[in-house]
């Protein structure tokens, strides 16, 4: 069996339409709650197609999150995040032969297909002195192909040094990407693409002009209802542990 297979189950222990029905409200619950801002969503995980969460749960349907964002596309932006060090060392994300560049790229299509929804583009973690030209090359490659791309910078003493990154030359260094929608999806192609740090830095500078932006994540692992020792959880815990 490799990752992309489903386990075709006999009998179906989990309610796959009443968790969609239910997760979408909870989320337009939360959008709610900042009328007059944003709410910026972090995803945790697979972003359109989950078959590891089907696997897991006998009748997860793996369109899930798909589903649920197609129903709200109306109200929602997305944010592409991408690590600036990922970019420079062309960080490899499966067993097969493809450069980063494309492999983000691809990701970026197939949410467009999907949602029908163009996202932005945020590189992280820029350090100007570091090979700052392939930043530049990987950053107008996507521009010549009409995407809008913003850039976040490194920030000395992240993420202990609060007094620095809530400040001009910390998260106000940033650019702030300018949003329309209330529900901003943020994703990336991997882990440790900056996800949480870009949703920060954009209520920070929300902030800045009067915007009350708030942030969640969404989460399938680990499942918070269930022990902290149940075996779904523990094996969420050994498969991040270097994250």
């Known amino acids: 069996m490799n990752s992309t297979d489903i386990v075709n189950y006999k009998k179906k222990g989990f309610d796959g339409e009443k968790y969609i029905t239910l997760q979408k409200q909870h989320i337009l ?23 590891h969460a089907a696997r897991v749960f006998p009748g997860f349907i793996p369109d899930s999150k798909k589903r649920i964002f197609a129903a709200l596309k109306d109200k929602a932006e997305v944010l592409f995040c991408v690590n600036a060090n990922d970019i420079i060392h062309d960080r490899q994300l499966t067993n097969q032969d493809i450069d980063y560049k494309t492999q983000v790229q691809n990701a ?5 297909i999907e949602l029908g929804i163009k996202p932005h583009i945020v590189i992280n973690n820029i350090d100007v002195q570091t090979s700052f030209d392939k930043i530049l090359e990987f950053e107008q490659d996507f521009q010549r192909k009409n995407y809008r791309v913003w850039e976040r910078y490194k920030i000395t ?18 650019d702030h990407i300018p949003l329309t ?4 999806l943020v994703t990336g192609p991997a882990s440790n693409s900056g996800k949480m740090s870009t949703c920060l830095g954009q209520i920070y500078n929300d902030h800045q002009i009067d915007i009350e932006s708030g942030y969640a994540k969404y989460e399938t692992f680990p499942v918070r209802n269930l022990p902290l020792e149940h075996p779904i959880n523990l094996a969420y815990e050994a498969a991040t542990v270097d994250i």
């Open 29 to 51: 619950e939360r959008i709610e709650k900042f009328s007059k801002g944003r709410l910026y969503l972090e995803i945790g995980g697979k972003f359109l197609y989950d078959t």
């Open 157 to 174: 003493g992240y993420p202990h040094n609060t007094k620095s990154i809530l400040s001009e030359s910390g998260f106000g260094n940033d």
């Open 108 to 112: 970026i299509k197939r949410i467009e």
């Open 181 to 184: 929608k209330n529900l901003i």
